[in-house]
């Protein structure tokens, strides 16, 4: 899923082109799409761009008469710049918005349709939309601790909770964890002043770093090729690699469609943790320690 970094180079790759130009036509392509009915689709034709929002993992384009349109890209949902009037072929185009300097397309991998377009009248309408999480970049570590100690959760939930925190998803608190050398599975009522500390600082310089990277690359070309897994990432995507901090082999905690990348040398003080998956099959002869996972694959 595009987070906070991702978001942020397609608003800047958006604004060079889309910002004073009129939306001269709206192509849809899945019914599925559109979740909602009023204010119409056509409403945003023929009105000029004002303004780009990011609202947590979200796109916002305002448009003349405060009329907005709000992408939710989800999971496998992407925006690419083409030729004005771009045909929509293929089952994954989804949607086209066509300006007079090209069209912006809206796709989504796969079969399932998650991605979403909402037509918004009105502030108060597209503060509805908001899941509530706080902007790390808006808040100091007063504010930071007491949203991710409002329940106590694991470090990894609490990071990607859009109503505690907005933008960080799956990829990015891994590597913000790594950076803070803290367990994903760490609880936050149990961390030391000290800790606190370094979480807050890791998830803003982390979320810093990437997006002046992503911003300065968005800048030349548009990002068409957004991804969860960057070679220079530290830890996400690079399960079984060497960990560039202490030069360990990266760990995994697989659930559902996702997984947690971490160190176990420097996150989790050598202990490997429970994946559930591969912990059904070996019972008590899980591995609790890098010695023991080591021993284990040579077997």
Not at 2 to 12: G, K, Q, S, V
Not at 194 to 201: K, P, V
């Amino acid at each position: 899923m595009p987070e906070l970094p991702d978001i942020a180079a397609y608003i800047t790759a958006l604004e060079q082109r889309i910002v004073g130009e009129p939306i001269e036509h709206v192509r849809m392509a899945s019914p599925f799409l559109l979740r909602t009915v009023e204010p119409p689709i056509a409403s945003v034709e023929e009105r000029k761009v004002r303004e780009l929002r990011r609202i947590g993992k979200r796109i916002a384009i305002g448009v003349e008469g405060d009329l907005w349109l709000v992408l939710h890209l989800m999971i496998a949902g992407r925006l690419h710049w083409r030729p004005s009037g771009a045909k929509l072929t293929g089952r994954n185009q989804l949607a086209a918005f066509d300006f007079p300097n090209g069209s912006l397309v809206l796709t989504e991998a796969g079969a399932r349709r998650r991605a979403s377009l909402h037509v918004l009248n009105g502030e108060e309408s597209l503060r509805s939309i908001d899941p509530g999480g706080i902007e790390v970049f808006d808040s100091d570590l007063a504010s930071f601790r007491a949203a991710l100690t409002a329940e106590n959760r694991t470090l990894k939930r609490a990071l990607t909770d859009p109503r505690i925190l907005g933008g960080i998803g799956n990829a990015y608190s891994d590597e913000i964890l790594h950076a803070a050398q803290l367990s994903p599975i760490t609880l936050t009522h149990k961390l030391t002043p000290a800790e606190w500390e370094r979480l807050f600082a890791a998830t803003r310089s982390t979320l810093q770093r990437w997006i002046d990277q992503l911003r300065t690359e968005a800048s030349t070309e548009f990002p068409e090729k957004v991804t969860a897994f960057r070679k220079d990432m530290a830890v996400h995507g690079r399960y079984g690699q060497p960990c560039p901090r202490c030069g360990q082999p990266i760990q995994r905690i697989r659930y559902a469609d996702n997984e947690t990348n971490y160190c176990a040398r420097c996150q989790t003080g050598g202990k490997v943790l429970a994946d559930r998956s591969l912990s059904r099959l070996l019972g008590t002869d899980w591995p609790r320690t890098l010695d023991e996972l080591e021993a284990l694959k040579r077997r």
